[in-house]
Structure formats: structure tokens, C-alpha cells
């Protein structure tokens, strides 16, 4: 039996857990894990090509774990490369050493090593996810993580039937390592993906692939919690269900008031957690995602789908699907009005259980530009726009890896690994948004620098998007911290007028926002997790061109304000 059926059977057989014992959240689940990353045949669009997994899977394992629970989880890397682990929206508190992003925190983990991560859940609860953080390799090296209330706890929200996890993702024909590495040799934009993908699989209007689509299972009148992740590598998505409503209940492991709505956008890196009530006449109904691309730049125009399907229970007798699966209307794929839309009607439950606690008093105001730069390229060899290399910055500096971890770097003193004069505000300022600027402002300088902040310093922090080369969406994510985003608009960011209009009461808590294309976001969280932490953005082209920047947290006062010791297995470099 092929490596793709039996990934599919193991995840028939976890949606069967999850139907019928519901992985009830009273019960106990591992404190340790093993997961083995090796180079597994997977085919898809009628071809085969060796992907790297963990344990063979693609999706690749589930992690199950209560609220406020502690694990650990070996690596051990039998693959072909290096590869990093990253536990993306776990906080990690005072242990950035398993937080993962390759050169920030650790070292890569080389072919025949391994390295024991300990991730220390603290107050998320809802969905996240982990996945590589070296290269592109989170492609195929990504999987979900179920953080269950507390055992004396329950959901904000009626009981569901049965919960089952959406990943969405890309696939490309191509090894995705050359894909990485023809894109930073050539210095222009990578090849688009061949397909998109619902739980690894490409679905019904992709070539060799009806037979695999990945199918749910539901009941008349029943209620169902999917559990969407975006792990798609470079495209934010609009996510539908034909004839169908959800309800958002939760958002990057937070709770969220109910909002419903006929779609979803998602940006790489998040999660939502959504309801989904089986109320329509029994059929089959295409899920469908999509891109959702706000600038002008290359995108996969495919359509990934994933098929609901009733079953006779609680009908009237049994019923006839319709010979083709009914399609959802999807937003096109440049609305970016539909996607600000989405991702402002966002709030907090911000109820007596579940308290916010929004920064009010803010002791550092940051200002960042995300921008797409270009630096110039002998004989214009290049294959970016007039034969430059494409780039990416934060204010300017695009981000280069050191050769030692930051974190290592920081920690035991070694000095001239990198710089902390990492700017608070732009260095110049320009009309941000403008169509047309002058081409010495897309050349940005090249550093490692970090922004050091005083521990539970307070801190607002606004994103503005530039129209340098290309505008563009871009989801930043910060590791270590879950941040409220108190506001979000078109254009230039007005200091005077925009604050005005911040949502103060109750601003979802998130750990990757998207920066509308020729936008602003602000975002607010308190520094009281010390460390290094990584902030960049998520479309992985943008983070290795460098949109990328890190947060050092000092230590505070006494041994429960300081970083934790470093655990004896930490990878070398």
C-alpha cells in the first residue's frame, strides 16, 4: 500500500476518534512525543517525488495537549537536510530554545542528529500548529496542535458533534529545497504552486486526483467544529463551504465572539476555529479555498476543494446527491475589500472567563514599514524586475542570518553576531503608498540588527505597508507573544486620526495579522516573556528576501523574569 493511502487512513482513522470518542478534553494525553523527520514518497497530480515528513505523514502527526500543559517532543532528522521545529503561537514562556526559527534560536538540526524540544503551554486554547522553520520546508513538515481547555473547563460555546481539523495547504512538482535555492540564486519571484491543498489532498478539479479528495462526514442538524489551519507557503486564502454559514468562535488559540460569516480569509500562519451546523438539505457541497492576492504579483489561480457529504441520518428517508457537488461562490481573488472586511470583524469573547487585558499605557511606540525592495545585480543578470535581485525589509534593513543563533549569541555574550540599533521609525519617510516613487528608495541596507526591549515593557507597534516595487499583503507573525490588534486601514497611517478609531474593548488576540496590501496595522502586547524573538512575514518569499527582524527581551526582576537555562542538546552550529 502507497505512503498517500496510508496517510489517508490515518487520518480517516483520527476523524473517527474524533466522531465517535470526540478526543474528549477530560482525557489524558502524551507528555512526550517522537517525531522522526525523513524523506517519504508522496504522489500527487498524477506524479511521485520524495517530500520531506515527520514519521511518514503528510499532514504530519496531530499534537494533543490540555491548556497550561508541558511536553517535549525528540527530533530526530533522518532526512536529507538541516531542519528546524517551530511551535507557531506557543508562547514558550522563558524558553525561546525550543521556539525554532533557524539562526534566531538555535542552529539547524543536521541529517543523523536530533534535538529534544520542550514546549511549555501556558494560555492559548483553541487551534495552532507547528511546522519546519528552515528554508521552505514547512511545505510538506506541518501539522496541528489541540490545546483542550483545562479539565475543569469547558468550551465558551455548545458541545460540538465532532471536531475535525482543515489544513490547508500548497503542492508543488517541483522539490520545494531547488525551489528555495533557484529562487535566492536567480533573485527573482519563485515559480507559483501547482495546486492547493484540504488536508493534503488537491481535490476534484486537479488532474489524478478525485479519487483521494479528502471527504467529511455529517449528520442533519448537527453541529461540527473545524479546526482551519493555513500552512500554505506563499498565498493567503479564502476559505467557503457552498450553502453554508460558519460561525468564527476562536482565532490563533483565543476565543473569539461569535461571528458568522458566508467565508473566511486566512492568512499563512493562523488558525480559526469555526462551527460549522449541518442545516442545509442533505447533498454533497464542495469546501473550497482559494488565493486571495491584493497586488500585482504572480499567484496559483486554482481552486482546492474538499467534499461535505450528508449522511441518510436524521432525514426523512434517503436522498439522491446531486451528480456534481454543488461549487461556493468565492470572492475574487483581488478583493481586498472582502479580506479587510473579514479580518476586522474579528473580537474578543472578553468575558469574566475569558478577561483580555489590552495595554493601555504604552511605554514604546514602534513604527515599521514592511516593504518589497531590489538590489541591483552586475550586468542586470538578475531575474527580478529590470534585472535586480527582489528584496524585502523591515524600516529599511533587510535581515540577514547570522552565523551563530541570536539567542545563543545573547546569552553566553559573543559579540559582533548582531547589532541592536534596530530603528523605531523608518529612516526616511515617504508617501508610503503612493503608486509612483523614486527607484533609490527600493534599494534597502542589509544588517542583522535587533530591537532590545525592557521586560513587561508596554508596546504599540504599527505596520504600514509600502508600494515600493510592489505593494502586497503581508502576514507578520511574532514568535513568543500573542498581541491584540486594536486597528487596521487603507493608505498611510494618520498618527492623528487613526487612533481614534482603535477597538480598545475588545481587539482579537493574534499571533499573525495581515498588513493590508497599501495599509496599516497596529498591533499592542507587553514584553513580559523574555528571550529572542523572532517577528517577520509569513509568505515565505518575503521572509527569505529578508522581512524579518528579532525582539529581545531583557530579563527582569528575580529568577521567574529570566530565560530558562538552555537544555544540554541544543543543535551546534
Not at 499563512?268 to 476555529?273: A, H, I, R, V
Not at 457541497?285 to 497586488?295: I, K, Q, S
Not at 481586498?336 to 469573547?349: E, I, M
Request: glycine share 8%; charged share 15%.
Amino acid at each position: 500500500m502507497e505512503v498517500s493511502r496510508i496517510s489517508i487512513h490515518l487520518q480517516l482513522l483520527g476523524l473517527l476518534m474524533a466522531v465517535n470518542g470526540f478526543l474528549l478534553h477530560c482525557q489524558a494525553w502524551p507528555a512526550r512525543y517522537t517525531f522522526v523527520v525523513e524523506d517519504t514518497p508522496y504522489t500527487r497530480l498524477c506524479n511521485t517525488k520524495n517530500i520531506l515528513t515527520v514519521n511518514g505523514q503528510f499532514p504530519g502527526p496531530t499534537l494533543y495537549v490540555h491548556k497550561g500543559q508541558t511536553i517535549s517532543v525528540e527530533v530526530i532528522n533522518r532526512g536529507s537536510r538541516n531542519i528546524t521545529l517551530h511551535w507557531h503561537g506557543v508562547a514558550q514562556p522563558r524558553n525561546p530554545w525550543s521556539d525554532g526559527p533557524d539562526y534566531i534560536t538555535q542552529c539547524p538540526i543536521q541529517p543523523g542528529a536530533k534535538f529534544t524540544q520542550k514546549i511549555i503551554f501556558s494560555t492559548e486554547e483553541g487551534t495552532l500548529w507547528w511546522h519546519a522553520h528552515s528554508e521552505w520546508d514547512r511545505a510538506t513538515v506541518h501539522g496541528a496542535i489541540i490545546i483542550y481547555p483545562s479539565k475543569k473547563s469547558k468550551y465558551p460555546f455548545p458541545k460540538p458533534h465532532a471536531e475535525i481539523p482543515i489544513i490547508l495547504g500548497e503542492w508543488w512538482k517541483e522539490d520545494i529545497g531547488k525551489l528555495y535555492t533557484r529562487t535566492i540564486q536567480t533573485g527573482g519571484d519563485p515559480n507559483t504552486s501547482d495546486a492547493f491543498l484540504i488536508n493534503g489532498q488537491p481535490g476534484d478539479l486537479y488532474p489524478c486526483s478525485k479519487s483521494d479528495t479528502f471527504k467529511v462526514t455529517v449528520d442533519y442538524g448537527k453541529t461540527y467544529l473545524l479546526r482551519l489551519i493555513n500552512s500554505a507557503v506563499q498565498e493567503i486564502l479564502f476559505f467557503t463551504i457552498a450553502n453554508h454559514k460558519v460561525t468564527v468562535v476562536g482565532t490563533d488559540a483565543s476565543y473569539t465572539k461569535p461571528f458568522t460569516t458566508d467565508y473566511v480569509t486566512i492568512s499563512p500562519g493562523q488558525t480559526m476555529d469555526l462551527l460549522l451546523h449541518a442545516n442545509q438539505s442533505p447533498n454533497h457541497y464542495y469546501m473550497a479555498a482559494t488565493a486571495y492576492v491584493g497586488g500585482a504579483v504572480p499567484y496559483d489561480n486554482t481552486t482546492t476543494t474538499a467534499l461535505l457529504q450528508y449522511t441518510n441520518r436524521g432525514t426523512k428517508g434517503n436522498y439522491t446527491p446531486s451528480s456534481t457537488p454543488l461549487l461556493p461562490n468565492l470572492p475574487a481573488h483581488n478583493d481586498t475589500n472582502a479580506s479587510v472586511h473579514f479580518s476586522g470583524s474579528l473580537r474578543s469573547l472578553a468575558d469574566k472567563n475569558h478577561p483580555i487585558d489590552v495595554p493601555l499605557k504604552i511605554t514604546n511606540h514602534l513604527f515599521f514599514t514592511v516593504s518589497v525592495n531590489t538590489f541591483a545585480c552586475p550586468n542586470n543578470s538578475c531575474t527580478g524586475p529590470n534585472g535586480t535581485r527582489l528584496a524585502a525589509s523591515v524600516n529599511n534593513i533587510s535581515f540577514v542570518n547570522p552565523s551563530i543563533d541570536i539567542l545563543q549569541a545573547y546569552y553566553y555574550h559573543v559579540n559582533g553576531a548582531f547589532g541592536t540599533r534596530f530603528p523605531k521609525t523608518p529612516p526616511l519617510l515617504f508617501n508610503f503608498t503612493a503608486q509612483d516613487l523614486p527607484l533609490y528608495l527600493q534599494t534597502p541596507k542589509q544588517g542583522t540588527e535587533v530591537k532590545v526591549l525592557e521586560y513587561n515593557a508596554t508596546v504599540e507597534l504599527v505596520f504600514q505597508g509600502t508600494n515600493l516595487v510592489a505593494g502586497d499583503d503581508h502576514p507578520m507573525h511574532l514568535h513568543g507573544f500573542s498581541f491584540y490588534v486594536v486597528g487596521m486601514g487603507l493608505g498611510n497611517f494618520d498618527k492623528d486620526k487613526d487612533p481614534l478609531t482603535y477597538n480598545l474593548v475588545d481587539p482579537p488576540l493574534q499571533n499573525t495579522i495581515a498588513v493590508p496590501v497599501n495599509g496599516w496595522t497596529t498591533i499592542r502586547f507587553k514584553a513580559a516573556n523574555p528571550g529572542v524573538w523572532f517577528m517577520h512575514c509569513h509568505l515565505d518569499r518575503h521572509m527569505s528576501w529578508g522581512m524579518d527582524m528579532a525582539f529581545i527581551v531583557k530579563n527582569g526582576k528575580g529568577p521567574k523574569a529570566h530565560i530558562l537555562p538552555p537544555p544540554p542538546d541544543m543543535p551546534p552550529c
